[in-house]
């Protein structure tokens, strides 16, 4: 399998950037999920999850390593009030390396016919805002999303072929990095959620993947030794 496209999000939840390569450390591609936005009534940090507006929103990284928020009219911010303007909630955008405590998120169980949700709070992982702490790279092939559009499952690594599932329990090397593939990753109903350039709310898909992949689609990996990815780069086992 080789590298067909490289992501990183640097906003949790957020739109990410598309990359033709990237430097891979400890914590995951550089820049991925570094900030994230925070509820400041409830404390507990936003996720598309809970606030699906959110996916209308875009994250970039400058070339000085702060971080903007695009707004869908054209709108370039990283001012908490206009961001709590427009999420309709009072925000605030807070760096990986200025939150170092317990990160709370919120899950959902759906109850019910009419598809409402309870919700469970969770702890998430420390350094990059990333939900579980065994997954600081995640990767899916073109052969398991088949006609689904990649962007609904937010892999950091999309590999031109099939076969991820099996190496979980491996290690691996993709470019000039060592993974670590560790978990098969679970989905929830993120995956379901609108997105700019036509993705539609569609719960099939979620229903499909628990049906047909007991829940989980893509694999989750720790970096075992840091080096650089390229698109085109060839996953060896």
Sequence with gaps: MRVAELWRYP?????????????VGPEG????????????????????????????LSGRLRADGHVEVVLPDGTVTS??????DRLGRSVVLRAAADAPGERRYENPHEVGEAGEYDWDAFSGARGAFHDSSRTRVSLVST???????????????VLEGAGEDALVG??????????D???QVDRCVMVTRPQPGGI???????????????????????????????VGDELTA
């Design 143 to 157: 052969g398991t999303l088949g006609t689904w559009d990649r962007r609904r499952f937010r892999a950091n690594v």
């Design 170 to 179: 491996r290690r691996v090397r993709l470019g000039g990095a060592e993974l």
């Design 200 to 230: 539609g709310r569609d719960n099939g898909v979620l229903k499909t993947i628990h049906r047909e992949r007991d829940g989980r689609l893509a694999v989750g990996a720790l970096v075992v030794r840091a080096g650089t990815v390229a």
């Design 29 to 56: 591609l550089a820049g991925d999920r570094q900030w994230a936005l925070f509820d400041v009534d409830s404390g507990f940090g936003l996720t598309a999850r809970r606030v699906p507006d959110l996916l209308f």
């Design 11 to 23: 906003v949790k939840s957020l739109q990410g950037e598309r990359l033709t390569g990237a430097e």
């Design 181 to 183: 593939v560790v978990k």
């Design 79 to 84: 001012d908490d009030a206009v961001l709590s």
